[in-house]
């Protein structure tokens, strides 16, 4: 059993920054890739940044691109998005989602395990 824990949550100031993390734990955690999605209120679950596990190679929506960064330490199991120049238009629950295929990282139906998401709030 996978189980991936989101931490680093909250409510930021328009312009403040947030640094979330995700620890994978479990005998079966083999991940390829890992990702990050968000989902607003009355919204779709949308893709905000991925990362291949062994290569470390990088991916970002077009929304985040320039003000997040996504990180992971293999030793820790353990993958970071770190968002600045946050926005209202940030806010939602962030999840963490991990899959064993490097294509379709942008698609949250490609991933087998997801967390249970932190709620990230910016105010005006």
């Known amino acids: 059993q996978v189980q991936l824990v989101e931490s680093g949550g909250g409510l930021v100031q328009a312009g403040g920054s947030l640094r979330l993390s995700c620890a994978a734990s479990?005998?079966?955690?083999?991940?390829?890739?890992m990702g990050w999605f968000r989902q607003a209120p009355g919204k779709e679950r949308e893709f905000v940044a991925a990362i291949k596990w062994s290569a470390s190679s990088t991916y970002y929506s077009d929304s985040v691109k320039g003000r997040f960064t996504i990180s992971r330490d293999t030793a820790k199991n353990t993958v970071y998005l770190q968002m600045n120049s946050l926005t209202p238009e940030d806010t939602a629950v962030y999840y963490c989602?991990?899959?064993?295929?490097?294509?379709?990282?942008?698609?949250?139906?490609?991933?087998?395990?997801w967390g249970q998401g932190t709620q990230v709030t910016v105010s005006s």
């Open positions: 479990g005998r079966s955690f083999s991940a390829t890739a």
């Open positions: 989602a991990a899959k064993k295929r490097s294509y379709g990282l942008e698609y949250p139906t490609m991933y087998e395990n």
